[in-house]
């Protein structure tokens, strides 16, 4: 990987766990300028506009997160909260149940979702 998109990486992760959300934002976006496409910065740019209330592009940037990588359970339960803050209750629930059955084990959730779930 090319040194500018770690250090971009590396600058816009470390900006996002500290809560400085606008610089996050810049430096994903000049990420994905350079058309290099992570989907867990789309998780944690979606992450950002929910915070922020702008739900259409936190569904499309969880929407990207997923088309990158399908099994990105945190990115799904991000899209069905998202998806339910907007009426979109179908969607929600039909993304939910996506991720719960993608689970490793037939019928069981996995740690990580029972967790995100019991936060919400």
Do not use: R, W
């Amino acid at each position: 990987m090319d040194l500018e998109i770690n250090a971009l990486l590396k600058l816009g992760k470390d900006c996002f766990e500290n809560k400085i959300y606008e610089d996050a934002l810049k430096h994903f976006i000049a990420i994905i300028k350079k058309n290099v496409h992570f989907a867990d910065v789309y998780n944690m740019m979606g992450l950002i506009y929910h915070e922020h209330g702008k739900f259409t592009k936190a569904q499309e940037s969880f929407e990207k997160a997923l088309k990158l990588n399908p099994n990105y359970t945190e990115a799904a339960l991000n899209l069905a909260v998202t998806y339910n803050d907007i009426g979109k209750y179908k969607e929600a629930k039909d993304t939910y149940l996506k991720a719960k059955d993608s689970t490793k084990e037939p019928g069981e959730i996995d740690g990580f979702v029972k967790g995100k779930l019991a936060n919400m």
